[in-house]
């Protein structure tokens, strides 16, 4: 009895790792092959640690074909590489009418307009493709670029020769320089055709149009791309300031002859009445849409909004609500984060949502297990919207059989066994192996290369997992080792390498061992430290050495000025540089590295550029939102509170302590007439 039970489990197992090999290289194929994952990293990460731990059960399933005998092949990247000279944003997102008028709101508030003056939107069509930017020189275009992560894309140009929609000269009176940006599609009719065609020549077909535009324009064969039916809509200008209203962008470009997102006759309509008109438009229309964007008609305004990290405070997406479907929860898992945060993850029975399949999801922490009663086993309602990780949004009770089972996590971490602590207040569980856990090492590693931080091509999380298991790269540093180590078997020789492709991964390594100030302190993975903290850093302190050291010397209070830099921050910040271990890491580091310092965005010989500035009282020109914006962009740091390295500090109504400090400390007061007059005027 017990036999043919046991039996029955070695089964499944093979099963399944027949399945995952099976899925893990259709994964490999798309993602490294036509440039068209899927999945998320996450997922498919999440796919090769199941591989990985089914055959450590059963080391018997393994043979010279699993994806676990390989290194995967570097992504192709027969790009050249294309900066930006304007940086190409993305767009924040709202859901609902409420997160909209909020938006409106923060607008109203950073502008400090009047309640009575109506704020005029353009709203268009969200498409769903890919976006690209065109630069025409003396009316001709000369460079096509994706958008990449937004300062630096592909030099796609070749390509885009091929797309009829985009016009290769602009008519006379276009301007000489100009950049136009929009969106590379797919229409749904031809998408069928497409995939009718791929599928009746035996080839892979595309999962939906998004990813058959980008696979289509990633091509290095531009005859490949010349087939496929590419579409573009123009929607922006990298530089708009020519012109007073995002309307008459949108007439110059149709007089340019871009083709435009067709809008409904937007006359007073509300944004929101606008969203539901689109909603009604969209099963009509012949491309997919995932929602609507909203950009502020004046120009001017739009100027002073300027953006934050890397989205615009004049534009929002307002995306359709999520896709769901209904799936089986097969078993939950944990995953260990970078800092020790334990997630359970949901293994789901895969189905496709929205075009594109998942098997997990996210379930946050314990709390949301328990409050909606999740269990493996349990018929679960899933969502996906955009670009977010899939979540699963309730369990169908009335499904259940009674074979369900009630998840508990323990209080060890997964990986290396370590106590997993939860401290009071906080909603997570965090492993508390630090140095000796390895699945924090190698998610630190992934984090250190990620792409807003060294962004080294060609060193993805798989190999960053493979080079770990290997004992290959075990620290940052070793990354720059790599070139100098004697590997065996050598990277060159092993399946998807090549001389080629070896000798870009460390050119690219080489590449960036000069790095931004603000790109390493982000790098360095500190807990709290974000990319918008990491620049504030590197704005403040301007220089490596110079962060180092206040941070060694545990500079508190100086810190503590930084604009969102709070005590809970500063802990996490001094923690990490007490501790003797992440010094080593930094002075191996440092051996390696050129780290340049900080860059101050704009107006170096604006009269406030380099000086400290505190805001205080309310001002009645503009939101301190926009005065902080506006100081910074002038060269300007921005303080949360007095010191004797204030510069300024500029009063507007109700001034309080902050003016007295002030006087106590004989730092400059200035009044906001006198500001503006100092900045130059709103
Ligand atoms: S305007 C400053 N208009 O959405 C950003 N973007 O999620 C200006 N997109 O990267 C963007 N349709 O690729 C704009 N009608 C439209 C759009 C649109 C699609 C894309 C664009 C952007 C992404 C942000």
């Given at each position: ?41 996450a997922?498919?990460d ?14 018997e ?48 508030k ?15 069509p ?12 003396g ?7 994706t ?9 796609i140009?070749?390509n ?12 006379p ?12 599609y ?6 069928a ?25 990633r ?5 490949i ?19 007073e209203?995002?309307?008459?962008v949108?007439?110059?470009l149709?007089s ?12 007073g309509?509300?944004p ?43 534009a929002?997406a307002h ?39 998942v098997s ?36 169908l009770?009335?499904?259940r ?34 140095l ?46 790599l ?18 492709s ?32 990491a ?31 709070g ?7 001094l ?18 590295l ?5 860059v ?14 505190v ?36 009063a ?31």
């Amino acid at each position: 009895m017990s036999a043919s039970l046991f039996d029955l489990a070695a089964l499944d197992a093979k099963v399944r790792h027949a399945d995952l090999v099976r899925e893990i290289k259709h994964h490999d194929k798309l993602y490294h092959g036509a440039d068209a994952p899927e999945i998320s990293d996450a997922d498919y990460d999440a796919l090769r640690r199941e591989l990985d731990e089914l055959e450590a059960k059963h080391p018997e399933f393994i043979t010279k074909d699993s994806p676990s005998q390989k290194v995967g092949p570097a992504p192709s990247s027969g790009f050249k590489k294309v900066r930006h000279i304007v940086p190409m944003l993305s767009l924040s997102n709202v859901f609902s009418e409420e997160e909209l008028e909020d938006f409106i709101t923060r607008i109203r508030k950073f502008l400090n307009l009047p309640e009575d003056e109506a704020i005029e939107f353009v709203a268009e069509p969200k498409i769903d493709g890919l976006s690209c930017s065109l630069r025409y020189e003396g009316g001709k275009l000369v460079q096509a670029a994706t958008r990449g992560d937004g300062e630096e894309g592909e030099d796609i140009t070749a390509n885009i020769l091929t797309i009829a929609d985009i016009p290769q000269t602009l008519p006379p009176g276009a301007p000489d320089h100009v950049e136009v940006r929009g969106e590379i599609y797919i229409g749904r009719a031809d998408f069928a055709a497409l995939n009718a065609r791929l599928a009746a020549e035996e080839k892979k077909v595309f999962a939906n149009p998004r990813n058959a535009a980008a696979g289509s324009v990633r091509q290095l064969d531009s005859t490949i791309t010349a087939s496929r039916p590419l579409r573009f809509f123009g929607y922006a200008l990298a530089d708009n300031l020519r012109f007073e209203t995002q309307k008459q962008v949108r007439a110059a470009l149709k007089s340019w002859g871009f083709k435009l997102p067709v809008i409904p006759d937007e006359e007073g309509m509300t944004p929101f009445a606008f969203y539901n008109a689109v909603q009604n438009l969209r099963p009509s229309l012949d491309y997919d849409i995932d929602g609507v964007v909203y950009k502020l008609n004046r120009i001017d305004y739009q100027k002073r909004l300027g953006f934050v990290a890397r989205a615009p405070r004049w534009a929002v997406a307002h995306k359709f609500p999520a896709e769901r479907a209904v799936t089986k929860l097969l078993k939950i898992e944990i995953q260990v984060g970078r800092t020790g945060a334990l997630t359970p993850v949901a293994r789901l029975e895969p189905i496709t949502v929205g075009g594109v399949v998942v098997s997990n999801a996210t379930l946050h922490n314990e709390d949301e297990i328990a409050r909606k009663d999740i269990r493996e086993g349990d018929m679960v309602v899933i969502q996906r919207a955009g670009d977010v990780i899939p979540q699963v949004v309730e369990v169908l009770a009335d499904k259940r059989t009674g074979a369900e089972k009630v998840f508990e996590l323990r209080n060890e971490c997964p990986a290396c066994g370590s106590l997993a602590i939860r401290e009071e207040g906080e909603v997570v569980r965090r492993c508390t192996g630090g140095l000796i856990c390895p699945a924090q090492a190698v998610e630190r590693l992934k984090h250190f290369v990620s792409r807003l931080a060294f962004d080294i091509e060609g060193l993805g999380a798989k190999i960053i997992e493979e080079f770990y298991a290997e004992g290959l790269v075990k620290t940052p540093a070793d990354i720059f080792r790599l070139e100098g180590m004697v590997i065996d078997p050598p990277l060159q020789s092993r399946e998807g390498w090549g001389d080629k492709s070896v000798e870009k991964l460390f050119a690219a390594i080489r590449q960036r061992r000069t790095i931004a100030l603000h790109r390493f302190i982000y790098a360095l993975g500190i807990r709290q430290i974000g990319e918008a903290t990491a620049k504030r850093l590197a704005g403040h302190y301007g220089s490596w050495p110079v962060f180092r050291v206040a941070m060694q010397d545990a500079q508190r209070d100086d810190l503590l000025t930084i604009e969102d830099v709070g005590p809970s921050v500063a802990d996490d910040l001094l923690g990490f540089f007490a501790e003797g271990h992440n010094r080593n890491v930094l002075n191996d580091l440092e051996s390696f590295l050129v780290i340049e310092d900080y860059v101050r965005p704009q107006n170096m010989d604006s009269a406030v550029s380099g000086k400290t500035v505190v805001f205080t009282g309310t001002l009645t020109r503009m939101g301190r939102a926009e005065a902080k914006a506006r100081a910074e962009s002038l060269g300007a740091k921005v303080a949360g509170s007095v010191s004797a390295k204030t510069d300024y500090v500029v009063a507007g109504e109700n001034a309080g302590s902050k003016l007295k400090k002030a006087a106590e400390l004989g730092v400059t007061v200035v009044w906001e007439d006198d500001w503006l007059a100092l900045i130059g005027g709103v």
